[in-house]
Nanobody, 126 residues
């Protein structure tokens, strides 16, 4: 059974940093493009960014570019989202996602996500 388990969500102040982790099990982790999405209350889910299978290519939404960094450790079956300079508008539930066939950029629009995590809440107060 495939599981993606996010952790690291917390209450933070504007300007703070947080690191989210997503531990994967039950799949060949290195075969999947991994990414992060987020959904704020009352809004549609938004693609935050993705990382390629070997970690060499990343893609970020304009809203987080320069502030967030996605990385992965295939030996630990874990993908990370480092969030710096947090803003109140970053408040959302953050979801980890695995996609077998899409590139890092296409992951956000392909509609072909194979697996989702259950999410972790990040709240940023201003």
């Amino acid at each position: 059974q495939v599981q993606l388990e996010e952790s690291g969500g917390a209450l933070a102040q504007a300007g703070d940093s947080l690191r989210l982790s997503c531990a994967a099990s039950g799949l060949t982790f290195s075969s999947y493009t991994m990414g992060w999405f987020r959904q704020a209350s009352g809004k549609e889910r938004e693609f935050v960014g993705g990382v390629s299978r070997r970690g060499g290519i990343t893609y970020y939404a304009d809203s987080v570019k320069g502030r967030f960094t996605i990385s992965r450790d295939n030996a630990k079956n874990t993908v990370y989202l480092q969030m710096n300079s947090l803003k109140a508008e970053d408040t959302a539930v953050y979801y980890c996602a695995a996609d077998l066939s899409s590139s890092t950029q296409a992951m956000g629009v392909s509609g072909g996500i194979d697996y989702w995590g259950k999410g972790t809440l990040v709240t940023v107060s201003s």
